[in-house]
């Protein structure tokens, strides 16, 4: 298994992200994505880091769909690769109603087809470096106006991959049909079927193998022995993944919970915290639930934990190291690392 790190380039110190970054480049990571939520955008932290990175990949993880135009992604992806040396990876999403009506003022509806069509268009750029396209939600260039296929002025690059972020059924298929890689989340792998299967039949409708997709999994991981004091701690992430991230009609992370056999209790933490009552939905998570979708605990079951994501077809690992210092989550990563290269082996 390949193995990665996720960054929110607002949580931290940025002296100290860099500092993680180089260090974990010099440990043997492979891939360092950045996230894009409603901070920092994701597109100025990887320039910056392909000037700090010699060899490592540098993934958008992801650009959220409706931020940007399809034309402008293809631009940004274009300009990343160059100035890396070719080490970009292009993640997309389709994010939220919240984030993208609430934050950038543009309509969420039909992200599956806003998506296909987005995919398409970047290829087009990317194989051509020009787009004229007819499509549903996206006409280039626009009819009736005054403007005409224009060809970019930097060069084209058909080999800069792209990965989706999914978590639908109807994402799942599209992402094994159009993508080269899977950014996963809210994983079990004793369920992953519920995510595979769609994965599978996308990629077959297409004529493709599903082995060509890279399936890219992120988890937090932590070590301690005191496992059920490390699980109540991170409860209250999880409550505000079923609870918060979405509104009461449309919440993808808690319909994917749903899907992985925890359907009564993404439906209990949900109305709790639509109720306001967040310290109950906190409590309402089972450890059982934050275990089995995280890499914590001692190292004997974050080993086992690893072994059984390798089993289930996961690539590539992405990790979140626990520690309130740099110097405690570069320890965590360099331990989790060691453990990563062992099950692997």
């Given amino acids: 298994m390949r193995i990665s790190i996720q960054l929110s380039a607002e949580a931290t110190d940025w002296a100290d992200l860099v500092t993680y970054v180089v260090e974990a480049e010099r440990l043997g990571v492979d891939i360092c994505w950045v996230a894009e939520a409603w901070g920092c955008d994701a597109a100025s932290p990887l320039g910056y880091l392909a000037a700090k990175t010699d060899r490592m990949l540098l993934g958008s993880g992801i650009l959220q769909l409706g931020s940007r135009s399809p034309v402008l992604v293809a631009m940004t992806a274009l300009t990343l690769a160059r100035l890396s040396g070719n080490r970009f990876l292009l993640g997309l999403g389709a994010s939220g109603p919240q984030v993208v009506e609430g934050l950038h003022g543009t309509p969420f509806a039909h992200p599956l087809g806003r998506m296909r069509e987005t995919v398409e268009i970047i290829r087009q750029v990317f194989a051509t470096g020009q787009a004229r396209y007819d499509g549903e939600h996206f006409q280039l260039p626009l009819p009736g106006g005054d ?25 799942l298929r599209l992402t094994g049909a159009v993508a080269d890689g899977w950014l996963g989340t809210s994983f079990v792998p004793e369920a992953a079927s519920a995510y595979f299967e769609h994965l599978a039949a996308g990629a077959a409708k297409a004529g493709r193998d599903v082995g060509e997709l890279d399936i890219c999994q992120g988890a937090e991981v932590a070590f301690g022995d005191d496992v059920e004091e490390m699980a109540a701690l991170r409860k209250p992430g999880l409550a505000f993944s079923l609870g918060g991230m979405g509104s009461g ?38 450890a059982e639930m934050v275990l089995a979708t995280t890499l914590i605990g001692t190292e004997a079951m974050v080993r086992d934990r690893l072994r059984r994501w390798r089993e289930a077809g996961v690539d590539t690992v992405r990790l979140y190291p626990a520690g309130d210092t740099l110097d405690e989550r570069l320890a965590t990563l360099a331990r989790a690392i060691e453990l990563v290269r062992e099950v692997s082996a």
């Fill in 249 to 286: 009609s449309r919440n993808f992370y808690n319909n994917a919970y749903a899907r992985l056999g925890f359907a009564d209790v993404a439906e209990k933490v949900q109305q709790l915290w639509l109720d306001g009552r967040r310290d109950e939905a906190a409590a309402a998570v089972p």
């Fill in 147 to 171: 403007g005409k296929a224009i060809r970019l002025s930097q060069p084209p690059n058909p080999d800069i991959p792209i990965y989706l972020a999914t978590l639908s059924p109807a994402m």
